[in-house]
C-alpha cells in the first residue's frame, strides 16, 4: 500500500501500533527534554524501523510509525544523531527518502543492518559521538533479537533500552511446543539465544509450567529471565508495559533517573487515562 501523503510504501499494522509509537513518544520527549543538558550529546536509534508511516487495517488511517513520530517530535532537534536500522534495503531507501522530504538529513539516517549480526550493527554505531547518551529501541517482530546482539551493541556506549517483547503473540503461540516437543529444535533455540540462557527450556520448572499449558505464568518467567539477563550486562533498573495483550515494552536502564523518566512517561495511559500503578 502507498501513502496518500507521499505516494511511498506505508506498512498495515494493527490499531494496537498506535498505543506502542505513543508510549515511545512520551517516553522520547521525556528523555530528550530531561538529559540534553546533562549530556554531551544524545542520539536515538532503531533497530527494526519500518519506512516511517503505517496504516491501521481496521480503517486505513495513516499515522506515522515510530521513526516519523520521533523526528517530527519537537525534541527531535536535541539529538546529535538519530540512526534508523532495517534489514530490509528497500525499508531503508524508502525511509531514507522521508527523512530528506523532511529536511531531517543532517540529523537521521536510515541504514541496511541485520540485528543478528551484531558485530555489523557495532560498526553501524561506531561513530556515534563519544561521551553520549543513546536511546537504543529494538522493535521486533518476534522474540528473535539474539541477546548476544544486545550485548556488543551495549559494551561501549551509554545506553537506555527499549525491546518490543512479542509476549503475547509470538511466546504465547510458541513458547509451549518449543519446550515440549523435541522437534521443535530451532524454535527453542531462537528463544534461548533471544534469552542469551542455553538450556531454559530444559528446566523442570519451566517444563512443568508448559505441561500445564500455563501460558501466563510462563510468559512471566520468561520476561523474567530477560530481565535478569540485562541486569547481568549492567541494565538493573527495568520495567515492562503491556501494548494491550500484543506485546510488551521492556525498558532497560543502567541508571535510576533513566527508569524514573521511563515511569514518568508511563503516567497517561494511550487512551488519555492516569495508571493506577504509579
Ligand atoms: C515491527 S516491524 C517495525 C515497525 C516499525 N518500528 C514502525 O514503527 O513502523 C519490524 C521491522 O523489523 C525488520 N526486521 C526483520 N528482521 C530484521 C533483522 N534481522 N534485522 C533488522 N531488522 C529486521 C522488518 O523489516 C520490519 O521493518
Redesign the pocket.
Known sequence: MKSVLDDLPI?P?GEW?YD??YRLVQYFGIFAGGMKNRWAALNYV???????R?VLRENCLEID???LAIISNPNFSSLQKAIF????SR?AEILTARIGALGAGSIASAVV????NGAALCGILKDLPEGSLTFIFI???EC?VPFETIEQIVRDLNTDLLV?VSLGTDANRNLVSAILLLSHVKVREKYEAFLGKPGFCAKPEVIELAKLADHTALRRKFAETYKERLADIGFGYTDIQPVRHYYHLLFASRSEKGLEFWRKSCRIAPDNQQQLFQ
Not at 532503531?46 to 516511517?52: D, K, L, Q, T, V
Open positions: 506498512r499494522v501500533a506502542k509509537i532503531e533497530i527494526g524501523c519500518g519506512p516511517g503505517c510509525g515510530n521513526a536500522i532495517d534489514a530490509s525499508v543492518g541485520d540485528y543478528s522493535d521486533p517482530t528473535d518490543n
